[in-house]
């Protein structure tokens, strides 16, 4: 495929854009062009053939800036590829299983025919913003369940994706 992919994500602690960077190197080691950038910071989806959105999901729901990006930029999606992916929940048994996508994403998933939806583990740790993660590190329920071999793994599949015609 030529042109340029966006790789874009909505943050608030940096767990989802070391994600989203992650996708973006992996699908660059598979030969693409790749921009990655925070949702809110991409003004047009224009320029991109294809185009990979993630966000952090807080209270059973998408980041903000990721629904945001996806309402703002709705119709240019609907004409291209897209993958959405999630990143979030805690623990070792996000690896084990197939988690859904919440509900807002899988609206936007069936009225933009997203090609695939999948959610990582999440990483939160000291220093981390907001009341909510303030809760869950006092409690002892922190730490990174990112799996970056996965990740990577997800990416490739994207990558063949676009490189099939």
């Not at 999606?77 to 899988?106: E, I, M, Q, T, Y």
Request: charged share 25%; net charge positive.
């Amino acid at each position: 495929m030529t042109g340029i992919v966006l790789v874009t994500y909505g943050t608030t602690n940096g767990s989802t854009a070391r994600i989203a960077e992650a996708v973006a190197d992996s699908l660059r080691k598979d030969g693409l062009t790749v921009e990655s950038l925070p949702a809110q910071c991409v003004t047009t989806v224009s320029p991109y053939r294809a185009v990979v959105v993630g966000g952090a999901l807080y209270g059973g729901r998408w980041h903000k800036e990721a629904r945001r990006f996806v309402r703002r930029h709705r119709a240019a999606l609907a004409k291209r590829p897209v993958w959405f992916f999630s990143s979030g929940p805690l623990g070792a048994s996000v690896a084990a299983r197939d988690l859904p996508p919440v509900r807002g994403v899988r609206r936007a998933m069936t009225r933009l025919h997203v090609r695939e939806h999948v959610t990582f583990g999440g990483c939160l740790e000291e220093g981390a913003e907001g009341r909510l993660a303030g809760m869950i590190l006092r409690s002892g329920k922190g730490g990174d369940f990112r799996d970056f071999d996965a990740i990577e793994a997800w990416a490739d599949r994207v990558a063949a994706a676009l490189a099939d015609p």
